[in-house]
């Protein structure tokens, strides 16, 4: 197989146009029709940066043949599927909901019923909520990166603008109920509310890719 065969297989695995990958390398999109259709090599700059924006080695680019080891690594590391991360994920996800729908009934219910100290609940509420979102943000700031699909930018730009519409209708609320009841003490829960529908938002993205995959 020659350069540009396995530069072409290489984007198609990664599941990229010309037009993206040229933007990546800085060319232009005809020079890498040129590198695939073997009209032309990448420039010894460029060896580098593709290797890079590939995985691979500048070994495997060259000759075809992976690098010791690297065989191995690649049968290790295709264990941990996409499908798997995203199922971790909503598993991480949909706990730590729990526990901010948990905190918020704690506390609606410790001070006027149970007649705890309001000082102690707050205390317990606050490490509750911090514990769920340490376990969300720990989660999404160790999963790897995939390529998304074109179906997957999609998506996620229809949360940003669904989460983006929540934020702005709980803020309305908040300060509606605030200067009706004058309870600012208390209305702030408002936002951890909204925190929480955003995540369940989350979650059903996630579990609707599941199931269609």
């Excluded at 990448?42 to 070994?59: A, H, N, R, V």
């Excluded at 009706?180 to 996630?206: P, S």
Aim: hydrophobic share 45%; proline share 2%; with cysteine.
């Amino acid at each position: 197989m020659n350069i540009g065969e396995k530069l072409f297989e290489l984007r198609k695995e990664k599941n990229l146009s010309q037009e993206e990958v040229a933007d990546k390398l800085n060319v232009s999109r005809q020079t890498i029709s040129k590198w695939e259709t073997n009209q032309s090599t990448p420039d010894f700059d460029k060896i580098i940066p593709i290797c890079e924006l590939f995985e691979i080695s500048t070994e495997e680019l060259l000759t075809g043949k992976k690098a010791e080891g690297e065989e191995v690594k690649n049968i290790e590391e295709s264990k941990v599927t996409k499908q798997e991360l995203r199922r971790k994920s909503a598993e991480v996800v949909s706990t730590s909901i729990f526990i901010y729908v948990a905190s918020v009934a704690f506390i609606m219910v410790a001070i006027p019923v149970l007649k705890m100290n309001p000082i102690i609940v707050t205390a317990i509420f606050l490490c509750a909520i911090a514990w769920a979102t340490a376990r969300i943000v720990k989660n999404y700031m160790s999963m790897p990166k995939f390529d998304k699909t074109k179906e997957e930018i999609k998506e996620e730009k229809i949360l940003k603008q669904i989460n983006g519409i929540v934020n702005t209708v709980c803020t309305v609320i908040y300060f509606i109920v605030s200067f009706m009841t004058m309870a600012w003490h208390i209305t702030w829960i408002i936002f951890v509310i909204d925190g929480l529908i955003c995540e369940i938002m989350k979650l059903i993205f996630m579990l609707k890719e599941k199931e269609e995959k």
